[in-house]
């Protein structure tokens, strides 16, 4: 049958076999259960609201609202029964403003990642240095008092010290300097116990010097205490002790610097933490439907 004219049918069609229509215009058409296949589908309005409108009334995470698929390349974006978005590739947004209220995020997640780790890594390697610390300042202060006295003999021995006289009040100074630097340290240690866990590995490496010093202190004691008579033979071994002296101070510099160091980086990363996560905030605000 050909029809060359306008037909119009009012009722029910009940077809069985193949409908071929070349040029189809719906205006309010309801599928139940049919999957459409075809190679371009292109959706125009001409006003009277929306173009698309896809409603979704069940609930559940088996019923969402729309699943865009790639095929081979799989999901490619899921809205989901209660309207949240997932998006499974790479957002690119070519101008880096969505709507004047998208603030420019450059490489926001790796920089993100990196202050996690780094974070995360202080969290892990510092904390442990509170313990040893406790374990350390007695010694330290046992290494004072045992440093006052050495000083109180050597006092006591003026009139066979002439000759050291000139070395031991250089030595004075820097056993003073090295004092005030110790209790500097016990200050910055004490007020970084959250932050100083890096110390770790290095203080792993201290603990066996300092305990070689506190052995070579007690030996000094020992000696200073039998050669009280003839005083004048400590010459050649201070001679010995005083390279030891300066590469404690060096190392106890290094440590200074080190802490210093630390301070600087944790300072500077909770500065950039600050300014980040705002931005964090912002976007994941603006992920959100």
Do not use: C, W
Request: aromatic residues 2%.
């Amino acid at each position: 049958m050909t029809l060359e004219k306008d037909l119009h049918i009012k009722g029910d069609i009940t077809l069985e076999g193949l409908f071929i229509i070349n040029n189809l215009i719906y205006n309010n058409t309801t599928v139940n259960n049919e999957i459409i296949v075809s190679t371009q589908l292109d959706i125009s309005n001409q006003g009277f609201g929306s173009a698309l409108k896809v409603s979704q009334f069940g609930d559940g995470d088996n019923n969402p609202v729309a699943l865009f698929d790639t095929g081979l390349e799989g999901h490619a974006l899921l809205i989901d029964s209660i309207g949240d978005v997932t998006i499974y590739k790479e957002l690119i947004v070519s101008s880096r403003s969505l709507n004047g209220t998208f603030t420019i995020i450059d490489d926001l997640g790796t920089l993100t990642q990196t202050h996690t780790s780094q974070i995360s890594s202080n969290d892990a390697d510092l904390l442990a240095l509170q313990g040893r610390s406790d374990v350390e300042e007695p010694k330290t202060s046992a290494l004072e008092s045992l440093a006052q006295s050495h000083a109180s003999q050597i006092s006591a021995n003026d009139d066979d010290l002439l000759a050291l006289q000139g070395r031991l009040d250089t030595e004075e100074q820097k056993t003073s300097a090295l004092e005030s630097l110790t209790q500097s340290h016990t200050s910055q240690i004490s007020s970084n116990d959250d932050d100083l866990l890096a110390l770790q590995g290095r203080l792993d490496s201290e603990e066996p010097k300092t305990s070689a010093l506190e052995s070579l202190t007690q030996s000094h004691s020992s000696q200073i205490s039998a050669n009280d008579e003839d005083i004048l033979a400590l010459q050649g071994r201070l001679d010995a002790e005083e390279p030891k002296t300066s590469a404690l101070e060096t190392l106890t510099q290094s440590h200074t610097s080190q802490i210093s160091e630390n301070d600087d980086k944790i300072l500077a990363l909770q500065s950039r933490l600050d300014l980040e996560e705002p931005k964090t905030s912002l976007g994941n605000t603006h992920s959100k439907p």
